[in-house]
């Protein structure tokens, strides 16, 4: 006899979409998160996101995209900026609607659909570790909001704990086949804050990013107009630069004194983002990963609320399967790895391999790239959304042509274009079964340079 039917920590996008799903159809869920129930949505972020991530996820569960007061801006593209602020991309993608949410007021509504749905929420549960019992997770432990330590437990457990992950952390990896730790080079610090501004924000349609490998090596800072005098900006510096996010954002804010002078911080805060591909296995006995606690985060962007709810929905349908044949094995939780390595990360994925590439190039090169139009800013848009450049051997030669004084550069780009496309062919092709899972991983790891 278990307490529950699943078990979610973490009452995020993801955990709120994965329970929302399951108490939909029936079963009993609990949903824990650290926090009182009041903090939940409270997050840093950039707050960026597109309602369509809530249409696509329809069929399984029924979750209002923001709306109202829960936007507040429609965004109509990004402007990319070169280190050198000399050139401006300007991307507008069709056929997408882009938010800036109020990232509270969306958070504490999917966590009331949760709950509408059936889910029982548990504030104040500061899980602790899994319960493993012959290979498969039965439970887990967490300090409840009394201070002492219980127990749950649950056929299926679900870790939607954020990038801390804090049951996949406690797993034997020989077994799950989950990373313990990410590499430095694929965790990136972020300090944030949303001000309220005296200024008027020119085009507050227009998110801006900008980069700087000085100020934010390997990452970029954030401008993301929350309407005509509010903004959420910040900037991320990869872990392995050791540099102190807070401190570099107050270099720049000392650059743009003019536009934030008077200004008045409405929040302040550092959290961290994963930038690497998915975990090469998102399930195990009675136990599923959800969002970034999956490392399910777009490596270029650092983009994972929409893919944090459409995995949420993803778990959900494998979950109900499994427990309808009343199997909760890794073979029965199996199809969850299928979908979402097929639909999402044969997209996103080998966008880790670009972001290692463009990671170490000096400020010098990214504004040669930007000037000669080397790569061109719709082009760029089409790569992020789809994982795929075009190169045709027109493309080709007016790129080697305009870029012909960093040749070198252009030459280990056409390498990672190469694996790029292996890449999506490997994740087009994941295993059906766990059976064949080991050559598949072997093959992707070396594709990845971890052998
Ligand atoms: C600075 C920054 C900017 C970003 N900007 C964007 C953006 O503009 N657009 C975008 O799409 N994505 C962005 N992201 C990424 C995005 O925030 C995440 O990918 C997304 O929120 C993932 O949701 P989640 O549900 O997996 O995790 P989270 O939203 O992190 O939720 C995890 C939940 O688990 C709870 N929890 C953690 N540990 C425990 C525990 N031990 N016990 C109980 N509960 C626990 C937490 O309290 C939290 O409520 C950004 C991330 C950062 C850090």
Not at 379 to 395: H, P, R, T
Request: hydrophobic share 40%; proline share 4%.
């Amino acid at each position: 006899m278990t307490n529950y039917d699943i078990i979610v920590v973490g009452a995020g996008t993801g955990g709120t979409v994965t329970s929302a799903a399951l108490a939909n159809k029936g079963f009993k869920v609990a949903l824990m998160d650290r926090k009182p129930k009041e903090k939940i949505g409270i997050k840093v972020c950039g707050d960026a996101t597109s309602t369509d991530h809530f249409r696509r996820i329809k069929d399984v569960i029924n979750i209002k995209p923001p709306h109202g007061d829960e936007i507040r801006q429609y965004v109509k593209g990004a402007w990319l900026i070169s280190p050198d602020q000399k050139v401006k991309f300007e991307l507008i993608e069709e056929n997408t609607t882009g938010v800036l949410i109020d990232r509270f007021k969306l958070g504490m509504r999917m966590l009331e659909d949760a709950i509408n749905y059936g889910a029982e929420f548990h504030e104040n549960s500061m899980v602790k570790e899994p319960i493993i019992q012959k290979d498969q997770v039965i439970g887990v432990k967490y300090r409840g909001s009394d201070n002492n330590l219980h127990e749950m437990t649950a056929r299926v457990i679900v870790d939607a704990s954020g990038i801390g992950a804090v049951l996949r952390t406690k797993l034997d990896p020989e077994k799950t086949f989950m990373d313990i730790n990410l590499q430095d080079k694929d965790v990136c610090n972020c300090y944030r804050e949303v001000r309220d501004l005296e200024t008027e924000i020119e085009s507050p349609g227009f998110i801006r990013i900008k980069f700087d490998q000085e100020l934010c090596p390997g990452g970029y800072l954030w401008e993301f107009p929350r309407g005509p005098n509010s903004m959420n900006a910040g900037l991320g510096v990869m872990r392995i630069n050791q540099l102190n996010p807070h401190q570099q954002f107050n270099l720049y804010l000392k650059r743009k004194e003019k536009l934030y002078r008077n200004s008045k911080v409405i929040h302040g805060g550092a959290w961290r983002v994963p930038l690497r591909r998915p975990q090469d296995n998102l399930v195990w006995n009675g136990f599923v990963l959800v969002g970034d606690a999956g490392t399910q985060v777009k490596p270029t962007d650092g983009g994972g609320i929409g893919i944090s709810i459409q995995a949420g929905a993803m778990a959900g349908k494998a979950i109900t399967n499994a427990l309808e044949y009343d199997d909760v094995s890794i073979k029965s939780l199996w199809p969850y790895n299928v979908e979402f390595m097929a639909k999402i990360a044969s997209v996103n994925a080998p966008l880790a391999l670009m972001k290692d590439f463009v990671i170490p190039l000096p400020s010098s090169v990214i504004n040669h790239i930007f000037h000669k139009k080397i790569v061109e800013g719709d082009e760029l848009l089409y790569g992020n959304a789809s994982g795929q450049v075009s190169e045709g051997i027109l493309k080709l030669l007016q790129r080697a042509w305009r870029g012909r004084r960093i040749l070198g550069t252009l030459l280990k780009f056409r390498t990672v274009l190469n694996k790029m496309s292996q890449a999506r062919d490997l994740y087009n092709s994941f295993p059906e079964s766990p059976d064949d899972f080991m050559i598949w991983r072997a093959t992707i790891k070396n594709l990845y340079g971890e052998n």
